[in-house]
């Protein structure tokens, strides 16, 4: 029989009842029982749910309070020696401290930093990395997932366990103050982790899931022999457990044979992210081995099509024979919402292309029957999926002629300004008459409980258009006002009118569409609700023009006009999957190029394009880079080449990592670029010098994730730095991102500093 199984979970419950739960703890609502208790019923509830839709064995030990790779450390005993930790177990506080931090007494006395969090493969989930130091000594911490095995089996469900592996933990870990390779730290965690597996055993389990995703990334050269160490260690340790190694969100290629030679149960494939890998495997899976086939996409919200996934799984069957074959979705579902029935106000039309976690779960479990029991046990919800399919296909709501042949006849004119930048400077110079080291901010001023109450209150329809327009013209004349009176150049208009600045373009644009419910985890207990690209991007009107033209109507000095970019509007979207993300970006990026030229026509001198998440979007595989740095870079020019030469087009990006991609940023060919810079007191710089960056540079004096108001000297020494590394002429001065997170009392202060040490700094410069 071929058994329907499911990876993972999301955990966050239905209607974000773990959010809920975990910060009620956090403020002191609720107290440790009563969370336990509300985790139990998320977990339960999934687990029913699962069962219900079909699956013959569900995921145990994927939930978790805050992060599995945290689970991870706390079950290994990996916690960092800052949180003083010495008992028998982890408890929860130390868990949350290592998550969050602990906040100390108000003067930083006590006050313990947070574990670093980074980013999941490339999804938009946040783990925290396990740290690694010196002196550091493994034990069981945490009988988590033994305890969750238990409480399933106890509602009569026989689950399978869920353990990250530990060659990928490793890998993922971070080696801390000179501490050890991770990899060479393996012989001291499998002991834990052959500890873990004979209790899961004497608990009742028979087969356990172990993620080794880093399977499908390049891994440096030790890992394959560790691999193997591990395997081995773990199969001789535990003979009766079946285990199941699982790779997920790309293919194994080169690891493949690693893979295949594991001394293992079975081995699960993503096959939704390149099926080259099924096809390297027939003929050569080994007589012990189970195939896992993640068919069902677990990183999207569309629905599979069942009789293309049977075309891929039924020839498995008859190599393999229906025993040694599973169904499953490509990887956790984690990364999707959890329950389409919820989307009450969704359009039917829309509904019937799509499926979230619950529905997935569904998918899979047919797939399974139709492989057990042919095609025609299942013909009804075969049919009724193949029906959807061909309508989404030829769906009028899906394409759009005018743009696919707008998006087909984009040539080289369309990727280049009209000079370049050394002979456009001059002229940006001359039209917009700025000081040296001007000074700007990244967008977004403080949003403040008024903003976000009259905001709300409007999308519930309780405030007409006309009285929120008119609020929003009186935020804006306050944001320029202080800006006039701090003494910035280049002002904003902040951003009042945006919840977010994806959700806000999207919600423009035609071939996006929003859920209410589509909520997924993306760090702890904070969840964001992407938008969906279901069909070709237009834009029907300006979507910026009216209110940024307002704020420059109030002023003489310059207005930044302020957009999202169109790799960052793809890569925080769920995205279309009957094309390549490169076809969607470059009709994105059409439609921004439009609202650019708007915006020019309506005024504007300087244009911003943020692209925050220009970074994240690299694959995971080195030899797919170039591929994707061609196509984000070519989409980000589309956007933004279309303007005059005096026009200055900035862009912008949260992080300082920029040693791999400075080619490519410098190939967007924006004037000026503002980036973070200010914790790492200026590091990134020295890259931008040896590679002879262009054009112009903002690194951020002022962390703004911080409460903290930096003051005049501190900023000053950071400007100086700035312009020690590179020519004066070609520097900003501006925050390290947007301020919407910061109050208004913490950003006065601070851009009037900022102001100063940008005076101060032209002064002995001369
Ligand atoms: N313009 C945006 C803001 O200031 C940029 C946000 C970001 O980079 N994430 O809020
Ligand atoms: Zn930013």
């Given at each position: 029989m071929t058994l329907a199984t499911n990876l993972g979970f999301p955990r966050i419950g239905a209607r974000r009842e773990l959010k809920d739960a975990v910060e009620a703890y956090w403020s002191g609502g609720l107290d440790a029982e009563e969370l336990e208790t509300r985790a139990a019923e998320i977990r339960k509830g999934n687990w029913l749910l699962q069962r219900d839709e079909g699956l013959d064995q569900v995921p145990c030990g994927d939930f978790s309070l805050y992060d599995h790779v945290l689970d991870t450390a706390v079950m290994l005993g990996a916690v960092p020696f800052r949180y003083g930790w010495e008992a028998e177990t982890v408890d929860l506080d130390t868990y949350f401290a290592m998550a969050c931090g602990r906040a100390g007494d108000g003067n930083g006395n006590g006050a313990v930093p947070a574990m670093e969090m980074t980013k999941w493969f490339d999804t938009n989930y946040h783990f925290i990395v396990p740290e690694l130091e010196p002196g550091q000594r493994f034990r069981l911490a945490s009988t988590k997932v033994v305890d969750e095995f238990t409480e399933a089996r106890s509602l009569g469900i026989d689950a399978r366990p869920v353990l990250l592996g530990p060659v990928s933990f490793l890998l993922l870990g971070k080696s801390v103050e000179d501490g050890p390779h991770p990899l060479s730290l393996l012989d001291e965690v499998l002991p834990v982790y052959e500890d873990v597996l004979e209790r899961l055993r004497v608990a009742g389990a028979r087969r356990i899931q172990m993620d080794e995703p880093c399977l499908g990334s390049d891994l440096p050269d030790e890992a394959a022999g560790a691999y193997r160490r591990a395997y081995r260690r773990l199969t001789e340790a535990a003979p009766e457990l079946e285990l199941l190694v699982a790779s997920y969100f790309g293919e194994l290629r080169e690891n493949l044979d690693t893979a295949l030679a594991l001394p293992v149960a079975g081995l699960h494939l993503d096959v939704t992210r390149g099926g080259e890998d099924l096809h390297r495997i027939r003929g050569r899976v080994p007589d012990h081995l189970t195939l896992s086939v993640g068919v069902v996409d677990g990183r999207n919200v569309w629905r599979t099509d069942l009789a293309a996934a049977l075309d891929v799984l039924e020839p498995v069957v008859d190599e393999l024979g229906a025993d040694r074959v599973e169904v499953a979705p490509s990887c956790s579902l984690l990364h999707t919402p959890v329950d389409?029935?919820?989307?009450?106000?969704?359009?039917?039309?829309?509904?019937?292309?799509?499926?979230?976690?619950?529905?997935?779960?569904?998918?899979?479990?047919?797939?399974?029957?139709?492989?057990?029991?042919?095609?025609?046990?299942?013909?009804?919800?075969?049919?009724?999926?193949?029906?959807?399919?061909?309508?989404?296909?030829?769906?009028?709501?899906?394409?759009?002629?005018?743009?696919?042949?707008?998006?087909?006849?984009?040539?080289?004119?369309?990727?280049?300004?009209?000079?370049?930048?050394r002979d456009r400077a001059p002229l940006q110079h001359a039209a917009l008459g700025l000081p040296p080291l001007p000074t700007t901010t990244v967008g977004s001023f403080p949003q403040t409980a008024e903003i976000r109450r009259t905001r709300a209150a409007h999308r519930r329809g309780e405030l007409g258009d006309g009285p929120y327009e008119a609020f929003l013209r009186r935020q804006i004349e306050e944001v320029v006002g202080f800006q006039e009176e701090a003494g910035l150049d280049v002002l904003v208009h902040g951003e009042p009118e945006r919840s977010d600045m994806v959700e806000y373009f999207a919600e423009r644009l035609q071939g996006f569409t929003?859920?209410?419910?589509?909520?997924?985890?993306?760090?702890?207990?904070?969840?964001?609700?992407?938008?969906?690209?279901?069909?070709?991007?237009?834009?029907?009107?300006?979507?910026?023009?009216?209110?940024?033209?307002?704020?420059?109507?109030?002023?003489?000095?310059?207005?930044?006009?302020?957009?999202?970019?169109?790799?960052?509007?793809v890569q925080w979207s769920f995205v279309r999957d009957d094309q390549p993300r490169s076809e969607t970006a470059r009709q994105v990026a059409l439609a921004i190029r439009d609202e650019v030229r708007d915006l020019e026509a309506a005024g504007l001198r300087v244009i911003q394009i943020d692209e925050p998440a220009f970074r994240e979007g690299m694959p995971l595989r080195s030899a797919d880079r170039d591929a994707y740095l061609r196509w984000a870079v070519d989409a980000f020019r589309i956007a933004s080449s279309g303007v005059r030469d005096d026009t200055q087009i900035h862009t912008h990006m949260c992080y300082s990592e920029f040693?791999?991609?400075?080619?490519?940023?410098?190939?967007?060919?924006?004037?000026?670029?503002?980036?973070?810079?200010?914790?790492?007191?200026?590091e990134l710089l020295g890259a931008f010098v040896r590679f002879e960056y262009p054009s112009e540079v903002g690194p951020g004096v002022f962390d703004i994730h911080s409460p903290r108001i930096p003051p005049v000297d501190e900023m000053e020494e950071l400007i100086l730095r700035a312009a020690s590394t590179l020519p004066p002429e070609r520097l900003w001065v501006n925050p390290d991102c947007g301020l919407k997170t910061r109050t208004w009392e913490e950003v006065r202060p601070a851009l009037r500093n900022l102001v100063e040490a940008a005076e101060r700094v032209r002064r002995r410069l001369g």
């Open positions: 389409l029935d919820l989307e009450e106000d969704l359009d039917p039309e829309l509904r019937s292309w799509m499926a979230f976690a619950r529905q997935k779960v569904g998918e899979v479990a047919t797939l399974a029957r139709a492989l057990d029991g042919g095609r025609e046990v299942v013909e009804d919800v075969l049919t009724e999926n193949a029906r959807a399919m061909e309508a989404r296909v030829a769906s009028e709501r899906i394409h759009d002629p005018r743009v696919k042949e707008r998006a087909g006849s984009v040539d080289e004119g369309l990727l280049r300004r009209n000079r370049p930048y929003a859920t209410t419910n589509g909520w997924v985890q993306s760090y702890g207990s904070r969840c964001v609700k992407p938008p969906v690209i279901l069909g070709d991007v237009r834009r029907p009107e300006p979507m910026s023009v009216d209110l940024t033209a307002y704020a420059q109507s109030l002023t003489d000095r310059p207005v930044k006009g302020m957009l999202t970019g169109p790799v960052t509007m040693n791999e991609i400075l080619d490519a940023i410098a190939e967007l060919d924006a004037d000026v670029i503002s980036l973070e810079a200010s914790r790492s007191r200026m």
